[in-house]
């Protein structure tokens, strides 16, 4: 298998240029993040912080400092309520068995959105299976929460609300302020967890503002490296545990604290908020440019999310019609762009991505989607690249569906 | 939910890059259509048959993954200038091995490409109301598995969204 990978590699020797835009999926790390991140490998603050000796006591420093940056980027109260995860599917999960579990005597009911995560949604999936009952709000065609139903969900026995604040595959920007304010007057007790993975460092997100009791931010999805995140959780507000350890810095999560990937997450945290304006402004920039390229110079296409009103300043969701998405993404590859799709055929069973159905996309329009996000590092010419190369892929595909499936 | 690696090898890829007898044949004896675009997954089969009851030619077109296009493409292959009866007993399993190996997830992609290539030549007997020994009356592996595919979707994007009827 191994041996194929090599070919498939030799396959895309000679590219003129390269554009990541997988960004949902992994990242690149930039250099400047990998360089404040080098020291704390073997340079300081390599020790245990829960340790009485100067390493130890150099990494509870920068954890505690590390803290205190990301609780201010979402307007914290405290330090004390980040809890430093290994990332969002980690943080994402300790929020819902967390908190579920820790209010499991008061009332046994969950509510989720259909467009969450599967982080989200195969967790509530399996508290149901246990004994919960989960209700699922549905969303529009652009996937904004239908608040009317999130209201006729919510009642006094509903422990947990999970909601993400921006969606990840479609980039809509949820009303989040709104939708706490309708669980808080339903039920002052319930808590009310967000994904803000995709909202973070992309659309003003704060804990205040929006009333959230948790939050999940992710390290990756803002530059940071794989494998750092952090749950936010509100003063008072009861999580249980998952993982039993040697409990530490971390109230929430037990083992040795990974310094140097905080440290990365906290960088690139602080990167991408020294200029966010600039910043967004930018990816806003580049997004509205790939997509109305593609929707443009590309016939029968479907723009999945919001127009432009309500949609993260990262992402870009089409869907091909009559254009199988594996078969597209290989393509593009091939030609250095690098995307993915909501097609089944990228996945183990024949159901395609779950949001883009839930926003009423058929299967036939959902397995064509790919799913862009531009980031603060892309440039123009990246942009005219993609564009060059995603037409033409694009017809080669088709010309293979034929008329396969016409009538 | 859940994602597979997908290490492609060189044949596979090579035959998505260059598949071969692609596209629409005006002249076809019979066509047959395996998958449906909502399985994401969907084969056409153009064959042109004689007299004798020899493949003439084939040609494919194919909406679906690289699996999906190098078995189709390969069966084309395969199956040129041979005999309805040697057709078909052409199975998934051959077809994979004729591509270098399929990745496990795409092990369904080989069987609705035989699965099409086996309703095409049930077609062109049904056509001319002929029923010749070889061919077993009841569906084979890969017919039963191409339309379970096929039921597999519908069922699922109308599990999906009751409320909306699709």
Same mark, same amino acid.
């Given at each position: 298998?191994?041996?194929?990978?090599?070919?498939?590699?030799?396959?895309?020797?000679?590219?003129?240029?390269?554009?990541?835009?997988? $960004?949902?999926?992994? &990242?690149?790390?930039?250099?400047?993040?990998?360089?404040?991140?080098?020291?704390?490998?073997?340079?300081?603050?390599?020790?245990?912080?829960?340790?009485?000796?100067?390493?130890?006591?150099?990494?509870?420093?920068?954890?505690? %400092?590390?803290?205190?940056?990301?609780?201010?980027?979402?307007?914290?109260?405290?330090?004390?309520?980040?809890?430093?995860?290994?990332?969002?599917?980690?943080?994402?999960?300790?929020?819902?068995?967390?908190?579920?579990?820790?209010?499991?005597?008061?009332?046994?009911?969950?509510?989720?959105?259909?467009?969450?995560?599967?982080?989200?949604?195969? #967790?509530?999936?399996?508290?149901?299976?246990?004994?919960?009952?989960?209700?699922?709000?549905?969303?529009?065609?652009?996937?904004?929460?239908?608040?009317?139903?999130?209201?006729?969900?919510?009642?006094?026995?509903?422990?947990?609300?999970?909601?993400?604040?921006?969606?990840?595959?479609?980039?809509?920007?949820?009303?989040?302020?709104?939708?706490?304010?309708? #669980?808080?007057?339903?039920?002052?007790?319930?808590?009310?967890?967000?994904?803000?993975?995709?909202?973070? /460092?992309?659309?003003?997100?704060?804990?205040?503002?929006?009333?959230?009791?948790?939050?999940?931010?992710?390290?990756?999805?803002?530059?940071?490296?794989?494998?750092?995140?952090?749950?936010?959780?509100?003063?008072?507000?009861?999580?249980?545990?998952?993982?039993?350890?040697?409990?530490?810095?971390?109230?929430?999560?037990?083992?040795? %604290?990974?310094?140097?990937?905080?440290? /990365?997450?906290?960088?690139?945290?602080?990167?991408?908020?020294? $200029?966010?304006?600039?910043?967004?402004?930018?990816?806003?920039?580049?997004?509205?440019?790939?997509?109305? /390229?593609?929707?443009?110079?590309?016939?029968?296409?479907?723009? $999945?999310?919001?127009?432009?009103?309500?949609?993260?300043?990262?992402? #870009?969701?089409?869907?091909?019609?009559?254009?199988?998405?594996?078969?597209? &993404?290989?393509?593009?590859?091939?030609?250095?762009?690098?995307?993915?799709?909501?097609?089944?055929?990228?996945?183990?069973?024949?159901?395609?991505?779950?949001?883009?159905?839930?926003? /009423?996309?058929?299967?036939?329009?959902?397995?064509?989607?790919?799913?862009?996000?531009?980031?603060?590092?892309?440039?123009?010419?990246?942009? $005219?690249?993609?564009?060059?190369?995603?037409?033409?892929?694009?017809?080669?595909?088709?010309?293979?569906?034929?008329? &396969?499936?016409?009538? | 939910?859940?994602?597979?690696?997908?290490?492609?090898?060189?044949?596979?890829?090579?035959?998505?890059?260059?598949?071969?007898?692609?596209?629409?044949?005006?002249?076809?004896?019979?066509?047959? #259509?395996?998958?449906?675009?909502?399985?994401?997954?969907?084969?056409?089969?153009?064959?042109?048959?004689?007299?004798?009851?020899?493949?003439?030619?084939?040609?494919?077109?194919?909406?679906?993954?690289?699996?999906?296009?190098?078995?189709?493409?390969?069966?084309?292959?395969?199956?040129?200038?041979?005999?309805?009866?040697?057709?078909?007993?052409?199975?998934?399993?051959?077809?994979?091995?004729?591509?270098?190996?399929?990745?496990?997830?795409?092990?369904?992609?080989?069987?609705?490409?035989?699965?099409?290539?086996?309703?095409?030549?049930?077609?062109?007997?049904?056509?001319?109301?002929?029923?010749?020994?070889?061919?077993?009356?009841?569906?084979?592996?890969?017919?039963?598995?191409?339309?379970?595919?096929?039921?597999?979707?519908?069922?699922?994007?109308?599990?999906?969204?009751? %409320?909306?009827?699709?």
């Amino acid at each position: 298998m191994v041996e194929n990978v090599k070919e498939l590699l030799k396959a895309h020797e000679g590219l003129r240029r390269e554009v990541y835009l997988d $960004n949902e999926n992994s &990242t690149p790390v930039p250099d400047e993040i990998v360089e404040a991140m080098r020291p704390y490998y073997n340079r300081r603050a390599y020790g245990n912080p829960t340790l009485t000796h100067k390493p130890g006591w150099e990494a509870f420093e920068v954890l505690m %400092e590390s803290a205190q940056k990301i609780a201010s980027s979402i307007g914290c109260k405290t330090l004390e309520e980040i809890n430093f995860t290994p990332g969002e599917t980690e943080a994402n999960n300790l929020a819902l068995l967390g908190a579920a579990l820790a209010a499991k005597d008061k009332g046994k009911k969950i509510v989720i959105s259909d467009v969450e995560p599967i982080n989200v949604l195969n #967790v509530a999936e399996m508290l149901q299976k246990t004994g919960f009952t989960l209700t699922k709000v549905p969303v529009d065609h652009e996937g904004f929460l239908s608040l009317e139903q999130l209201k006729e969900a919510v009642d006094g026995e509903t422990t947990l609300v999970s909601l993400s604040a921006v969606n990840h595959e479609i980039g809509t920007v949820q009303p989040i302020r709104e939708a706490v304010k309708i #669980v808080k007057d339903r039920n002052p007790d319930t808590v009310f967890h967000s994904d803000a993975s995709d909202a973070y /460092g992309r659309i003003p997100f704060d804990v205040q503002r929006t009333g959230v009791d948790l939050a999940t931010l992710s390290s990756y999805k803002i530059l940071g490296p794989r494998g750092a995140g952090a749950l936010y959780v509100k003063e008072r507000v009861n999580v249980e545990k998952m993982l039993e350890g040697q409990m530490g810095t971390q109230r929430l999560w037990p083992g040795v %604290e990974n310094t140097p990937l905080i440290v /990365g997450f906290v960088k690139a945290s602080e990167l991408m908020f020294r $200029n966010f304006e600039e910043n967004t402004r930018l990816m806003r920039k580049l997004r509205d440019k790939l997509m109305t /390229g593609i929707m443009n110079e590309t016939a029968n296409v479907l723009l $999945n999310g919001p127009r432009s009103e309500g949609r993260a300043p990262d992402n #870009v969701n089409i869907s091909f019609l009559r254009c199988e998405g594996e078969a597209l &993404t290989i393509e593009l590859s091939l030609n250095g762009v690098y995307v993915s799709s909501g097609s089944a055929c990228s996945r183990r069973l024949l159901q395609p991505s779950h949001v883009l159905v839930a926003t /009423g996309r058929k299967f036939d329009q959902a397995h064509g989607s790919i799913l862009m996000k531009v980031t603060r590092l892309h440039t123009e010419e990246d942009m $005219n690249y993609a564009l060059e190369v995603i037409p033409k892929a694009v017809q080669r595909i088709r010309g293979i569906t034929g008329s &396969t499936g016409v009538e | 939910m859940s994602r597979a690696p997908l290490p492609y090898n060189p044949k596979i890829l090579e035959l998505f890059k260059n598949p071969k007898n692609l596209g629409k044949m005006e002249d076809a004896t019979v066509v047959a #259509v395996a998958g449906n675009p909502m399985c994401g997954d969907m084969i056409t089969f153009y064959l042109k048959i004689n007299d004798q009851n020899v493949i003439e030619k084939a040609s494919f077109e194919s909406y679906g993954c690289a699996a999906n296009i190098a078995t189709s493409s390969i069966i084309t292959e395969m199956i040129r200038e041979m005999k309805l009866e040697e057709a078909w007993k052409v199975s998934y399993k051959s077809v994979a091995e004729a591509v270098g190996g399929l990745p496990s997830v795409k092990f369904h992609c080989g069987i609705l490409a035989v699965g099409a290539l086996k309703r095409a030549i049930r077609k062109f007997y049904g056509e001319k109301k002929a029923t010749p020994d070889w061919l077993e009356k009841e569906p084979s592996f890969e017919e039963k598995q191409a339309l379970e595919e096929e039921e597999l979707a519908k069922v699922l994007s109308k599990k999906l969204k009751p %409320e909306e009827g699709r």
